[in-house]
């Protein structure tokens, strides 16, 4: 993919993202590593109306290039590339029912929601927590990239999901699995629920290795 598909790639799933409500207002923002970089959504703009022009570049040492100034959540992507070499793409969304989740008093930081079902477990896997930091914040990059290496989903606290991917198709599917999951694990609370065993779980991680 070269530098013109990516641009029209980004916009393209940054629209689809704004029309279907998975992000609102300027929140949210998506980047992809291209040959000599990456290219990074631009701040205070909406996903849905991303001009490709304009898509921020930024070189290989994370100095901002071309287009208009990148994210404030830049250094959170850089963190996520920085620790998972083999990542070609990271989404970051508020999308309303991850953010509610975490925002929970009683969910388990090291591993956020319970395996409901088995794409879940595929897409995503474990999901640890950060803790909150305020947005743009330098501590908030560290944090995550403490759980980059081991982690390709993570959750930010008060604030929302960060998935990185081996393209940007693969982490826009495991970002819209999480919001999901977590919409579906708020609509079954006070509900008995059969979660998927340990025993499932380790045979779709055998099967299906992240």
Do not use: C
Not at 9 to 30: D, E, P, V, Y
Not at 107 to 126: C, E, Q
Not at 155 to 160: D, E, F, S, V
Request: aromatic share 6%; glycine share 8%.
């Amino acid at each position: 993919m070269n530098e013109s598909q990516a641009r029209e790639k980004i916009a393209t799933l940054g629209r689809s993202m704004f029309q279907r409500g998975l992000t609102f207002g300027s929140s949210g923002n998506i980047s992809v590593k291209i040959a000599d970089g990456w290219l990074m959504t631009p701040t205070n703009v909406a996903l849905g109306d991303i001009d490709p022009a304009r898509i921020a570049k930024l070189d290989a040492a994370g100095r901002h290039l071309s287009g208009d100034a990148p994210t404030k959540e830049a250094m959170l992507h850089l963190a996520m590339y920085r620790e998972r070499p083999n990542a070609a793409a990271v989404v970051h969304l508020h999308s309303t029912h991850s953010v509610a989740v975490s925002a929970l008093a009683n969910i388990d930081p090291a591993d956020v929601l319970p395996p409901i079902t088995a794409y879940y477990v595929m897409r995503v896997g474990r999901l640890p927590l950060i803790p909150y930091y305020p947005p743009g914040d330098q501590g908030l990059a560290e944090a995550v990239g403490k759980q980059a290496a081991k982690h390709h989903a993570v959750l930010l606290a008060n604030h929302g999901p960060v998935v990185a991917g081996g393209s940007l198709e693969a982490a826009a599917g495991a970002i819209e699995e999480l919001e999901e999951t977590a919409k579906l694990y708020l609509m079954l609370q006070g509900h008995r629920t059969r979660f998927l065993t340990p025993e499932q779980v380790a045979a779709l991680r055998e099967r299906y290795p992240s």
